[in-house]
């Protein structure tokens, strides 16, 4: 599962209701309302406020009933004080990770995927 780190940093905001003006990457409904996870610039544009987040996408499909696979990427990334959030598709993962610790991030990742 090789880490794909996107170019451009994304965030994560609450919509406050009405059509999106822009293409979310990911959106989930919560009882505080819809939050949105989109590309900075989008989110920015609607007058929306985030930290800038980076996106690492694992390239490999992976199996939703897979056992452990979150856990090991989080414990890993939290052993080197990195926080994150995982967002998992049908086919690929993607871990959200503070964009001022992006590179260290998928150094993490591909030590953990290489062991």
Do not use: N
Not at 33 to 60: C, D, F, K
């Amino acid at each position: 599962m090789e880490p794909q780190l996107d170019g451009a940093p994304y965030g994560y905001a609450v919509w406050p209701g009405g059509q999106l003006p822009f293409a979310p990457f990911a959106t989930l409904t919560e009882a505080e309302g819809l939050t949105v996870v989109a590309p900075l610039a989008a989110l920015e544009a609607a007058g929306l406020m985030s930290e800038p987040w980076a996106r690492i996408s694992l390239a490999r499909s992976s199996d939703l009933a897979a056992v452990r696979l979150t856990a090991a990427f989080v414990e890993a990334l939290s052993a080197d004080g990195i926080s994150c959030k995982v967002i998992a598709g049908y086919h690929h993962d993607h871990i959200f990770v503070h964009w001022g610790r992006r590179e260290d991030s998928v150094a993490v990742l591909r030590r953990l995927l290489d062991a």
